[in-house]
């Protein structure tokens, strides 16, 4: 087997592994474990794709019982690490893209047990007959059957449906964006659904909201309160893809620790910002009060000739109806050391 047919196997074991895990570095891991263990194998594979598939789950779903427990201390919400680029083999539409790699279907399958995930993803994603994933799970036929329909269930009322155009998925994001950076809530609040929420990940190492934020009017408000806290010049962004999604993509000199007291005043700010009792300028005044008392241990970058360039967040959102219903926000340093 040459090094093309190699890769193109390692693609697929990384799909399969990053669905089920949610986790690039793991994926990763558990792809070239598979592939280690097929150069290994003495015998003939008829088809080197499906023992590929058969041992990435095997091994992901050992991989997802040790996780669990800490994914339930997890500090604030837990997103999947972003995917900017599509890790499948070959080419792969968009729609496909937009479903089975989402954030949003990510987070989703969270819910499951990890045979409940594998078995869920190897129908519904991969097209799997049941007797094929029966042997690849370690189950029966029939226990394979009723594990996929209980994911269903779990999943049907609340999976993501995304808007087709992809034009104007990325031109309301591109609207979005503008106004928060121009502070105009108004504008924010009609692009945003009534009832969309906010997740920022940061694991408790990145200055970001640890519970979710819900309705149009914190969320404008907080988005455009971002915007004027940003530290201006130091930063840029782009406009990247994101398990699918339209998304933004900011860089910068890498953040110092987040200190005792940002954290406490980013607590403070965003109560405030809740109550509506203090607007972006306020909130900026009152992060670099908490900077200054921080002394040294500053959320803000280090200088640019001290400090390696590295990613401080990506964004992506989901757009249902013409209106934006979720924005994703991961900060924690740990999910973007791969981009």
Same mark, same amino acid.
């Given at each position: 087997?040459?090094?093309?047919?190699?890769?193109?196997?390692?693609?697929?074991?990384?799909?399969?592994?990053?669905?089920?895990?949610?986790?690039?570095?793991?994926?990763?891991?558990?792809?070239?474990?598979?592939?280690?263990?097929?150069?290994?194998?003495?015998?003939?594979?008829?088809?080197?794709?499906?023992?590929?598939?058969?041992?990435?789950?095997?091994?992901?779903?050992?991989?997802?019982?040790?996780?669990?427990?800490?994914?339930?201390?997890?500090?604030?919400?837990?997103?999947?690490?972003?995917?900017?680029?599509?890790?499948?083999?070959?080419?792969?539409?968009?729609?496909?893209?937009?479903?089975?790699?989402?954030?949003?279907?990510?987070?989703?399958?969270?819910?499951?047990?990890?045979?409940?995930?594998?078995?869920?993803?190897?129908?519904?994603?991969?097209?799997?007959?049941?007797?094929?994933?029966?042997?690849?799970?370690?189950?029966?036929?029939?226990?394979?059957?009723?594990?996929?329909?209980?994911?269903?269930?779990?999943?049907?009322?609340?999976?993501?449906?995304?808007?087709?155009?992809?034009?104007?998925?990325?031109?309301?994001? *591109? @609207?979005? !964006?503008?106004? =928060? #950076?121009?502070?105009?809530? +108004?504008?924010?609040?009609? /692009? &945003?659904?009534?009832?969309? $929420?906010?997740?920022?990940?940061?694991?408790?190492?990145?200055?970001?909201?640890?519970?979710?934020?819900?309705?149009?009017?914190?969320?404008?408000?907080?988005?455009?309160?971002?915007?004027?806290?940003?530290?201006?010049?130091?930063?840029?962004?782009?406009?990247?893809?994101?398990?699918?999604?339209?998304?933004?993509?900011?860089?910068?000199?890498? *953040? @110092?620790? !987040?200190?005792? =007291? #940002?954290?406490?005043?980013? +607590?403070?700010?965003?109560? /405030? &910002?809740?109550?509506?009792? $203090?607007?972006?300028?306020?909130?900026?005044?009152?992060?670099?009060?908490?900077?200054?008392?921080?002394?040294?241990?500053?959320?803000?970058?280090?200088?640019?000739?001290?400090?390696?360039?590295?990613?401080?967040?990506?964004?992506?959102?989901?757009?249902?109806?013409?209106?934006?219903?979720?924005?994703?926000?991961?900060?924690?340093?740990?999910?973007?050391?791969? !981009?």
């Amino acid at each position: 087997m040459g090094d093309r047919e190699l890769e193109a196997l390692r693609r697929h074991g990384f799909g399969v592994a990053y669905r089920m895990l949610g986790s690039v570095s793991e994926a990763e891991d558990v792809a070239q474990e598979a592939l280690l263990r097929l150069t290994r194998q003495e015998g003939s594979i008829d088809e080197p794709a499906a023992w590929i598939t058969t041992v990435v789950t095997r091994l992901s779903i050992n991989v997802l019982k040790s996780a669990r427990t800490r994914r339930e201390s997890y500090v604030g919400p837990w997103l999947p690490e972003p995917l900017v680029e599509d890790p499948a083999p070959g080419p792969a539409s968009r729609a496909e893209l937009a479903d089975s790699l989402s954030l949003a279907l990510l987070v989703l399958l969270e819910r499951l047990t990890p045979v409940e995930r594998a078995a869920y993803l190897l129908r519904e994603v991969f097209g799997y007959e049941y007797a094929e994933i029966a042997a690849i799970i370690e189950q029966t036929e029939v226990n394979s059957r009723q594990l996929v329909t209980r994911a269903r269930k779990h999943l049907e009322a609340s999976r993501p449906r995304f808007d087709a155009d992809e034009a104007a998925r990325d031109a309301l994001l *591109e @609207r979005f !964006l503008a106004a =928060a #950076e121009e502070g105009d809530l +108004e504008a924010l609040e009609e /692009l &945003l659904a009534k009832d969309a $929420v906010l997740y920022a990940d940061s694991g408790g190492k990145a200055m970001a909201p640890q519970e979710p934020l819900v309705g149009a009017q914190l969320i404008a408000r907080f988005m455009a309160a971002v915007a004027q806290a940003r530290p201006s010049g130091e930063l840029e962004s782009r406009r990247v893809r994101v398990n699918g999604q339209p998304g933004r993509l900011v860089r910068g000199p890498a *953040e @110092r620790p !987040l200190g005792e =007291a #940002e954290r406490l005043a980013a +607590e403070k700010a965003l109560a /405030l &910002l809740k109550s509506g009792d $203090v607007d972006a300028k306020q909130l900026d005044t009152l992060m670099q009060d908490a900077r200054d008392a921080g002394g040294g241990a500053s959320p803000r970058p280090v200088a640019q000739e001290q400090a390696e360039v590295r990613v401080w967040s990506v964004l992506t959102v989901d757009v249902v109806e013409g209106r934006i219903q979720a924005v994703r926000i991961v900060r924690n340093p740990d999910k973007l050391g791969h !981009l």
